[in-house]
């Protein structure tokens, strides 16, 4: 393990960027990460089915893969792979309403919590089958079972995994989920659902939002309507399952040396208080839309800074096994959520 983290490049180690580090050292890499957050709009705007935050993780990895990314611009990079992520995630709550997720009704309700624990444990027991080990097996999990790129940032600030087990699942997800988003469709011409059932099977299933967006929306309005609720349902989810791997580590770290992971992170507490706020209903429609563009500005900047991280030799290099994993992720949470939805509606 020790040998991936000096052979990672030059990235500066965290003790590198204490929280005072001076502003000038930062510029070049903010700098670069607005201009690949900005690229990745620009990129939505003329493939509207291509979402700004699949933009700009595939923008960040083409930078770091064709050696754009100088060794000046490294710091300030890594100092916003993080920080807007979780912003971003804490606004994403603001989408939440209670009410919403309660007009699901008890038996799709259990339809999303049953297919995001299966998909969970099933793609952990099957990482360490496969010798990819817990972390990165954590990492496949909480991508595919909540929302994509999105959950793995936010899992890796309770996880102690190595950067290319990082890379690794947030490649897998994406790439999964895309196969998702033109295999869904294809699937319900089958006449097993009507458009709200497929909207639900989407959303419970495919795994960024923007893409349960494009899945749906090639039905209709109706399953994207159901899809929306169904998949936002599933995001409310994170918190509980980042508390319960934060609880799992520190019983882990109970008897090592250092400091153990908090029980909640903060961003986690700040994203169930957004649910709180955006379900009493009082934020007028133009603060709701500010937000949500905020939302996606901000998770574009953290998912181009941690696609800057993606090397793609060590994923071909462990590609065979860990394409199985992403594989048999996506077959359990696709298949547990379609069987689910048609026992229910």
């Known amino acids: 393990m020790p040998e991936n983290r000096q052979t990672a490049g030059p990235v500066a180690p965290e003790p590198e960027l204490p929280r005072f580090q001076p502003l000038r050292t930062l510029l070049p890499g903010v700098a670069l990460t607005a201009l690949g957050t900005g690229a ?160 639900m099977w989407a959303g419970a299933s495919v795994h960024e939002v923007g893409q349960v967006v494009a899945a749906a929306g090639a039905v209709g309005s109706t399953a994207l309507a159901s899809a929306v609720v169904v998949k936002l349902t599933r995001v409310l989810l994170l918190a509980p399952m980042i508390v319960g791997v934060g609880l799992w580590r520190r019983t882990r770290t109970r008897t090592t040396a250092g400091p153990r992971p908090p029980i909640v992170p903060l961003f986690v507490v700040g994203f169930l208080g957004a649910v709180a706020l955006g379900s009493l209903d009082v934020l007028p429609a ?26 793609i030799v060590p994923l071909v290099r462990t590609g065979g096994r860990s394409i199985v994993l992403g594989a048999g992720a996506t077959l359990i949470v696709t298949t547990v959520a379609g069987v689910g939805i048609v026992l229910v509606t």
Do not use: Y
């Not at 500010?290 to 998770?299: S, W």
């Open 40 to 199: 990745a709009f620009g990129a939505h705007l003329v493939l509207p089915a291509v979402s700004a935050l699949m933009a700009a993780l595939v923008l960040g990895a083409v930078v770091a893969n064709t050696g754009l990314l100088r060794p000046s611009a490294q710091p300030g990079v890594r100092a916003t792979s993080k920080t807007p992520l979780r912003a971003g995630i804490v606004l994403l709550g603001l989408q939440l309403a209670v009410a919403d997720v309660l007009a699901l009704g008890l038996p799709v309700l259990g339809v999303i919590v049953v297919t995001v624990f299966c998909t969970f444990f099933g793609t952990v027991v099957l990482a360490r089958w496969l010798g990819l080990g817990t972390e990165r097996g954590v990492l496949v999990a909480a991508g595919t079972a909540i929302c994509g790129a999105s959950a793995v940032a936010a899992m890796r600030g309770v996880v102690d995994s190595e950067e290319e087990d990082v890379m690794t699942a947030v490649a897998l997800v994406t790439l999964f989920g895309t196969v998702t988003v033109f295999a869904l469709p294809v699937l319900h011409g089958g006449g097993a659902m009507d458009d709200a059932g497929f909207g």
């Open 286 to 311: 133009p603060v709701l839309d500010a937000a949500a563009l905020a939302q996606t500005i901000l998770l574009s900047a953290g998912l181009f800074a941690l696609g800057t991280a993606v090397r």
